[in-house]
């Protein structure tokens, strides 16, 4: 079966310092990564994916995924956070292969908050 | 561009009561998805539609939901004898689907809020 863990519920970073959010999945076949962001009372916001090439994918808002297909992880991470990335952060996963229609396999999601 | 629209935004209900929710994908997206994110989770997965075809409906959890999409564009969701426990905000997204299985990014919607009282 297919799954994602985040697990962390909550990263607390001050403003400017690096930020790790770390997800892993399973999945049988090879995996294509999601991260999604989604503020307050609102729907979620494509931030970045991996399907396959270089492991390193860089996305919007600054943010950055590296794929790490022996430990399967899929962590996000910027470089220097700021106070507006405060939001919930959810990690995505959908397997690759025959029989697949694409769905989404969620994790928790882990809140990030970015203190001045 | 017009991202995902979904209406209404929020709908208050009786337990019992019938339920439409209806989602307006971006347009030329031939692929739907319909989710529900409960309180704390992340989403799950109810249905996907290629075209006009639901063609996963694994997701969804019993025979009270059912959801359309006569034309391939707009799609509604419906909940029958509503309950309590389908209080949730239910999530619809689009995706180009020009391959199959799609492997295009899904862009969502802002959700609608379901309360069930």
């Known amino acids: 079966a297919q799954s994602v863990a985040q697990p962390e519920d909550q990263v607390n970073v001050a403003e400017g310092n690096p930020l790790t959010v770390k997800c892993t999945y399973s999945?049988?076949?090879?995996?294509?990564l999601f991260w999604y962001v989604q503020y307050p009372n609102r729907g979620l916001q494509f931030l970045l994916k991996?399907?396959?090439?270089?492991?390193l994918v860089k996305g919007s808002y600054g943010f950055e995924a590296e794929f790490n297909k022996s430990q399967t992880s899929f962590h996000l991470k910027k470089p220097s956070a700021l106070v507006s990335d405060s939001a919930l952060y959810f990690c995505?996963?959908?397997?690759?292969?025959?029989?697949?229609?694409?769905?989404?396999?969620f994790g928790q999601g882990t809140t990030l908050q970015v203190k001045p | 561009g017009a991202g995902v629209s979904q209406t209404p935004s929020n709908k208050v209900t009786e337990k019992g009561k019938y339920v439409e929710l209806r989602c307006d994908p971006i347009?030329?997206?031939?692929?739907l998805y319909w989710y529900r994110q409960s309180l704390g989770q992340g989403p799950e997965f109810l249905i996907y539609?290629?075209?006009?075809?639901?063609?996963?409906d694994s997701g969804l959890p019993n025979d009270r939901f059912f959801a359309v999409r006569p034309e391939g564009s707009v799609s509604t969701l419906k909940i029958q004898r509503t309950e309590r426990g389908d209080s949730a905000v239910y999530l619809c997204?689009?995706?180009?689907?020009?391959?199959?299985?799609?492997?295009?990014?899904?862009?969502f919607g802002p959700g609608t809020r379901l309360t069930v009282l």
């Open positions: 997204a689009s995706s180009l689907g020009t391959r199959f299985p799609p492997t295009d990014t899904q862009y």
């Open positions: 991996y399907i396959t090439g270089d492991n």
């Open positions: 347009s030329g997206h031939t692929a």
């Open positions: 539609f290629q075209g006009t075809g639901a063609a996963d």
């Open positions: 999945v049988s076949g090879n995996p294509y």
């Open positions: 995505a996963v959908r397997a690759h292969g025959s029989g697949n229609t694409g769905k989404l396999i």
